[in-house]
């Protein structure tokens, strides 16, 4: 080593050279470190609150008025100065808890659609810079099933499923001949004509086998229905071997779909037994029932029967709930009635008028928010004064401020149902051609060549066309 | 520049004191009649008398003795492996495979966990072993901080924790191989590096070269000295840990966590004191996801592996205060930076 060379006097200057050196990298190296970690904080503490964690049920957040997005910040909040924003909009309020903010959406949110809220202002306890939080999601796709009557071709009937975001269709369910059908969850309920005509039921999507479901009796399944938010579908059975005396009652019944093969159940009535069953609705979110009796007397049931049976009063006519709410709209030739299921408030129902030319006659109602909103079936006649009469059906949503014609189906064909998708942004209108063929179902019949289009109900923009009718929004 | 070999073997000759090895011995002794002494008093213990003991003391023995028995098998693993390298590794053997230019050898020497996956705890007695066939004190430090993060069991257990999830486990490794290369860097540039170590590990490396033997005897002479080393140290450092995690509230370490620059001092903080090994803190930090910043949990992942409670009472086995307080410094500021940066960044 070169050590060896020097002298002792110069080897001992070298190595306090070397130390001083080592001393220096050394205290350079800390002091950068040192500084970098400063200059770091600093720019930190003028960020403001940061998005750690974000949840938000995204199938849930279509379905449900009222759903939550839960922001959990770096640290709590001081206080939030600016306003909430979601692109696409929807009105929202804000809460803070802790380090959380807490957004819920008054409404329900448009299917498959990446939405954006932003809230400015944010200020959190740590640091006294504002920011700007934003937080992106994209929420469920929704299916759209149809029923597909292929047996006057002598091929099985399907159900037919699309999504919204994904036109593509695919079969889920097949019998020879299917009188209608309801969906919850990934469960398709089909509701099959038998040879004798009796119906059973099938169900596909539990496993990868279609089951079949029997019924307490030979009998037809009517007005089947499922749960938007429950794993339930409900139906009225109306029982073949009722004595001539006495009309057949009309029963609803639930069944539970979440699993292991179930059997029907009946929802009872306040008094503890089965009732005739005129109309009924699921209420989003629970597992309760909306149910009026042919007398017209309405009540909640729980489709489980953990509760009794609640009166709701005498009402003549059931126009279902508001979307994604516990609204329950009720009309009698007076008023109209909203009722809040979860409150028990009331409160006065008032639908604006429409602007109709005077060859338009209004028709069925579809109410879509507590303002009165609604969407109108129209028919226009027009004559040409040689006798000859045409006639058009119109769909409209009718506004405070304006009516507007979201449909129409021309001169070729003819309009066989309307029905609201869960979240109240999509209409689903079925048609047929004119001069279609009954399909002669026993008890069910429609057209031959039925087609159903899918409609927003903002833009009127059609979103979607497939084959088949029987939508399950239809109930 | 002097190399350690060369100085050991001149402190050799100058006489330094030889290793006080009966007092190891007896101090190992004296562990395992305490241990002893405890397990005859727990099992004469009538059942209903468990409650004597306070809730702080029962945590406090309850966390010691879970950071020994987490490091004990890395420990004996780390003795054996440091023993295996001391006899049957060949002097020259890593000198003459390892690139010469200094920073790709300290590059190379940061990958070694590779080969060796023994987490921190085993790290030291095979660092040791390192030293004493040939690695500079730089590269030695380079190794033993280094090798608990970039290692495979360690990488695994934190991408399952954490998947790619806010590139914590990228900014772990990347984290981890430039801090112990600076460390490295930094002390490779001593002028004298035998003087960072202490004088007892000075004494054990002299007469190792002293006795070239591969013989069972003096393998089972290294493996007690080692152990006596060791041993009281590893106790020494859970106990602190355990006390330290006893007094200091979780509570206010959570509440510090809710600022983004203190929660990443709370995290380093956190785990100095919980000491627990490199291979699995990905899973205890996995709980504090949450309610810290990435930037938190990156410094507690990088910081944790490299100085603890208890890494410190082991290194002390080898390197002298001054020393490790200047590693100490140099880690945390480097961890710090890193944790703040990728908070910035998040």
Known sequence: MSTDLRSPRDADRARRADGRRFRRGLAATIGVLAGASVILGAASLTQGPKVTDAAIDVERATRLAGSRLVLDLNQPVDRVDGDVEVTPGASSELEIDGNRLIVSFDEPLPYHETVTVTIDGVVGTAQPAAATIEYRFTTADEPVHTLVRRSPDGRPDVVRRAHVGDPTPEDVLEAPRLR?????????????????????????????????VALPEPGTVNSIAGSTTQPLVGFTFNATAAGAEQAPQSVLYTLDVSGATA?????????????????????????????QDVDGAVFLADALGLSPAQPLGTHAELRGILPGTTDLVLADPDRGTILDLATGETRENLLPSAELPDEAYPGRVVQLDDDGTHLLEVLIVS????????????????????????????????????????????????????????????????????????????????????????????? | MTSPTTTTRRRARTGA????????????????????????????????????LSDAVQDFVTLSASVVIESLPFVFLGIVLSIAVQLWLPPDFLMRRLPANGFLRRAVISLLGILLPVCECGNVPLARGLLQRGLTVGESMTFLLAAP????????????????????????IVGGFVIANLVGWVFSRHPDPTSLLTPAFQAACAREHADASATPRRGARMFVEETSAMLPALFVGSAIAGFIQVAVSRDILITLGQNPVLSVFALMLLAFVVALCS????????????????????????????????????????????????????????????????????
């Open chain 1, 263 to 291: 059997e029907p159940v009946p929802v009872l009535g306040p008094d503890g037994t089965p009732v005739s069953v005129n109309d009924w609705v699921f209420v989003p979110g629970t597992t309760s029932v909306v149910v």
């Open chain 2, 17 to 52: 004191r030889p290793p006080r090895r009966p007092l190891g011995t007896i101090g190992l002794a004296i562990g395992l009649a305490a241990v002893a002494l405890f397990a005859g008093i727990r099992i004469l213990t009538p059942e209903d008398r468990g409650d004597a």
């Open chain 2, 149 to 172: 993060i970039l290692n495979p069991v360690t990488i695994i257990t934190t991408y399952q924790a954490f998947g790619w999830q806010d590139g914590i486990l990228v900014w772990r």
């Open chain 1, 180 to 212: 209608s059908f309801a969906h919850a969850g990934d469960a398709v309920v089909g509701v099959a004509i038998e040879d004798d005509d009796s119906n059973t039921l099938r169900v596909a999507g539990i496993g990868d086998a279609t089951q079949t």
């Open chain 1, 383 to 475: 004559g040409d004064g040689a006798g000859s009469v045409a006639t058009e059906a119109l769909l409209a949503r009718v506004g405070e401020a304006e009516t507007v014609v979201l449909h129409a189906t021309g001169g070729d064909s003819r309009r066989l149902a309307t029905c609201l998708s869960p979240n109240g942004r999509l209409v689903a209108v079925e048609t047929a051609p004119i001069g279609a063929e009954s399909d002669g179902y026993p008890g069910a019949p429609s057209l031959l060549g039925r087609l159903t289009t899918v409609v927003d109900v903002e833009t009127g923009e059609v979103v979607l066309t497939q084959n088949g009718g029987s939508s399950d929004w239809c109930h």
């Open chain 2, 279 to 346: 291979n699995v803190d990905a899973f205890f930090v996995l709980a504090f996801g949450s309610t810290f910043m990435p930037g938190a949990i990156v410094a507690f992942l990088v910081f944790g592996p490299m100085v603890d409670v208890k890494m410190l009472a082991l290194m002390r086995t080898t390197f002298t205060t001054r020393t490790l307080v200047q590693l100490t410094a140099i880690v945390a500021l480097a961890s710090a930076a890193l944790g703040l940066a990728v908070n910035l960044a998040a």
